[in-house]
């Protein structure tokens, strides 16, 4: 049985860092892009940012990019999301998943439905 599993999210003022751990079990990990998706209350879910097989090649979206950073331990099984500056508009429930491959080019935002694994989700709430 496949388990995705988020942790680290919590309260941080605004200017502050937060460090998201994800661990999946039940899977080859290897063989997996994984990704963090967020979703404030009432809006979308928005996609964060991607890490490929190998850990060697990483996107994110503008929003974030710059102040956060994905980073993966395969021997692990982990993914992390080192988040600094964070901001007010940075708080949402954040989710980890993974993919087997991705039906868009590298770099651009991925398809959630090619995220066949998904967590539960971390809340991460930044004040001001």
């Known amino acids: 049985q496949v388990q995705v599993v988020e942790s680290g999210g919590g309260l941080v003022q605004a200017g502050g860092s937060l460090t998201l751990s994800c661990t999946a079990s039940?899977?080859?990990?290897?063989?997996?892009?994984m990704g963090w998706f967020r979703q404030a209350p009432g809006k979308e879910r928005e996609w964060v940012s991607c890490i490929s097989w190998s850990g060697r090649n990483t996107y994110y979206a503008d929003s974030v990019k710059g102040r956060f950073t994905i980073s993966r331990d395969n021997r692990k099984k982990t993914v992390y999301l080192q988040m600094n500056s964070l901001k007010p508009e940075d708080t949402a429930m954040y989710y980890c998943?993974?993919?087997?491959?991705?039906?868009?080019?590298?770099?651009?935002?991925?398809?959630?439905?090619?995220?066949?694994?998904w967590g539960q989700g971390t809340q991460v709430t930044v004040s001001s």
């Open positions: 039940g899977l080859t990990v290897d063989d997996y892009i």
């Open positions: 998943a993974a993919a087997l491959a991705l039906t868009t080019d590298w770099g651009t935002p991925p398809a959630s439905a090619d995220f066949h694994y």
